[in-house]
Structures are given as structure tokens and as C-alpha cells.
């Protein structure tokens, strides 16, 4: 039943979380620059303004789906980021390209979440299941406390990854702020609109690492009372 808990209250949340991002950037959407330049003018500025000239800015389908890949080194933009002029668009455009900076200035975080990846993507398809199967086992045999232990290192895995995301995603944030202002690419209002929109994006990253955090001290606490009995 707690474990059922955990996870309604940490739904709830991100829900929250993620509402109030969206209206957020429909919000600063209505909020035009001053300068007319585009999410992918903004980018290829700030890319430029760092010394990077080999990452590209494409646009992707969808909302939100905003992201750079740094296997191919591109920034990618939503197509609204990407072809609109707002503080919005403004806002994520220098936060990806914030990224791109990680990458071509070897942020230690961000190298440590790359290297990453690979195990993640096997540990996130599997931890539930194992656990799920140590549950199982542990009524009828032995075996199912260590199938559980393992499913419970599997998660950890995952969770340490979205923890190691925090500072990667606050840090791009802040060299996008940094630049924006510096570069006096925006107004004062524009500057508050683009602040307040990469505070509650970065906020739906710290909602999935309480989360993961919670539900792995849940199975770490399951898994040691069990072992009592």
C-alpha cells in the first residue's frame, strides 16, 4: 500500500509540476522579443558567441521535445521554439545550446551522465521486473531476497542517473541566463519571463528525482525489514 502511495503523491506532483510548465511557456509565448530573432536565431547566436561551430540547429516535431543529442551534436527545437520570436522560444533555445556548451567544454556531470546512458537503459527496462520477481520468490524460496537486491541495485542505477541530471539541467539553465543577459539579447521583462520558464522546466527533473529517490528508499526499507523477519 505505501509503495501504491509513494507513487499516487509523486504523480499528482509532476502533474502539477508539468500543468503549471505549460501554461508557464504559453504565457511568456505571448511575450514577443525586442530584438524579432527567432528560437533558432538565438541558438546559432549563443553557439557562435562560445567558439561552437560544428553542432547544428534543426527543428523536431512536437511540443516540449526540445533536446541536444551529442552523438550528432545537434540542438534540437521543437518547431514552435524554433521558428518563434518570444521569450519562450528564447528561453529553451539558449538552454539546449547551454548543453552544447557542456559538451564542447567537458562538463564533468554532463560526461558522467553520457557514460551512463547505455547501463541506464538496460537497468530501467529491467529494475521492475526483478523486483516484481523477487516479491514473487520471497514468499516460496530463499532466492527471491537476493532477485529483489539485485532489482534494487537496478533501480538505484536509475536513480543516480536522475539525480546526476539536476545539475546537468540547472547548469544549462544558468549559462543560458548568463548569456542572455550578458549578451543583452533581451529586456529586463523578457530576462524574468525566460527565468521563470527554465525554473519550472528544471522543477520537473527535481519531481522525478524525489521520486525515484522515494520509491528506492521505499524497496531499500522493504528489503531490510524482510531480511529481519
Same mark, same amino acid.
Request: charge should be positive; aromatic fraction near 8%; hydrophobic fraction near 50%.
Given at each position: 500500500?505505501?509503495? #501504491?502511495?509513494?507513487?499516487?503523491?509523486?504523480?499528482?506532483?509532476?502533474?502539477?509540476?508539468?500543468?503549471?510548465?505549460?501554461?508557464? @511557456?504559453?504565457?511568456?509565448?505571448?511575450?514577443?522579443?525586442?530584438?524579432?530573432?527567432?528560437?533558432?536565431?538565438?541558438?546559432?547566436?549563443?553557439?557562435?558567441?562560445?567558439? /561552437?561551430?560544428?553542432?547544428?540547429?534543426?527543428?523536431?516535431?512536437?511540443?516540449?521535445?526540445?533536446?541536444?543529442?551529442?552523438?550528432?551534436?545537434?540542438?534540437?527545437?521543437?518547431?514552435? &521554439?524554433?521558428?518563434?520570436?518570444?521569450?519562450?522560444?528564447?528561453?529553451?533555445?539558449?538552454?539546449?545550446?547551454?548543453?552544447? &556548451?557542456?559538451?564542447?567544454?567537458?562538463?564533468?556531470?554532463?560526461?558522467?551522465?553520457?557514460?551512463?546512458?547505455?547501463?541506464?537503459? &538496460?537497468?530501467?527496462?529491467?529494475?521492475?521486473?526483478? /523486483?516484481?520477481?523477487?516479491?514473487?520468490?520471497?514468499?516460496?524460496?530463499?532466492?527471491?531476497?537476493?532477485?529483489?537486491?539485485?532489482? /534494487?541495485?537496478?533501480?538505484?542505477?536509475?536513480?543516480?542517473?536522475?539525480?546526476?541530471?539536476?545539475?546537468?539541467? #540547472?547548469?544549462?539553465?544558468?549559462?543560458?541566463?548568463?548569456?542572455?543577459?550578458?549578451?543583452?539579447?533581451?529586456?529586463?521583462?523578457?530576462?524574468?519571463?525566460?527565468?521563470?520558464?527554465?525554473?519550472?522546466?528544471?522543477?520537473?527533473?527535481?519531481?522525478?528525482?524525489?521520486?525515484?529517490?522515494?520509491?528506492?528508499?521505499? @524497496? &531499500?526499507?522493504? @528489503?531490510?525489514?524482510?531480511?529481519?523477519?
Amino acid at each position: 500500500m505505501m509503495y #501504491y502511495v509513494i507513487v499516487g503523491v509523486i504523480a499528482l506532483l509532476s502533474m502539477a509540476v508539468s500543468s503549471k510548465l505549460k501554461s508557464k @511557456f504559453a504565457h511568456y509565448s505571448k511575450l514577443h522579443l525586442r530584438n524579432g530573432m527567432s528560437g533558432a536565431e538565438i541558438a546559432e547566436k549563443m553557439l557562435a558567441d562560445h567558439g /561552437i561551430y560544428d553542432v547544428k540547429v534543426i527543428s523536431t516535431p512536437g511540443q516540449l521535445t526540445d533536446h541536444y543529442n551529442p552523438q550528432n551534436k545537434t540542438v534540437n527545437l521543437s518547431e514552435s &521554439v524554433y521558428h518563434q520570436r518570444n521569450a519562450a522560444a528564447a528561453a529553451v533555445a539558449a538552454h539546449e545550446c547551454g548543453h552544447a &556548451v557542456q559538451h564542447a567544454t567537458a562538463y564533468s556531470w554532463l560526461t558522467m551522465r553520457s557514460k551512463m546512458v547505455p547501463m541506464v537503459q &538496460v537497468a530501467s527496462g529491467l529494475s521492475q521486473w526483478v /523486483i516484481m520477481g523477487g516479491l514473487i520468490l520471497s514468499a516460496s524460496s530463499p532466492l527471491g531476497s537476493m532477485v529483489f537486491l539485485a532489482g /534494487i541495485i537496478l533501480y538505484g542505477i536509475v536513480t543516480a542517473f536522475t539525480l546526476i541530471t539536476l545539475p546537468v539541467e #540547472y547548469d544549462a539553465s544558468n549559462r543560458a541566463i548568463l548569456w542572455l543577459e550578458r549578451k543583452n539579447m533581451v529586456s529586463q521583462q523578457e530576462l524574468a519571463g525566460a527565468k521563470d520558464a527554465l525554473k519550472w522546466a528544471a522543477r520537473t527533473y527535481l519531481v522525478a528525482a524525489i521520486g525515484a529517490l522515494a520509491t528506492l528508499a521505499y @524497496f &531499500v526499507l522493504r @528489503f531490510l525489514g524482510s531480511n529481519r523477519d
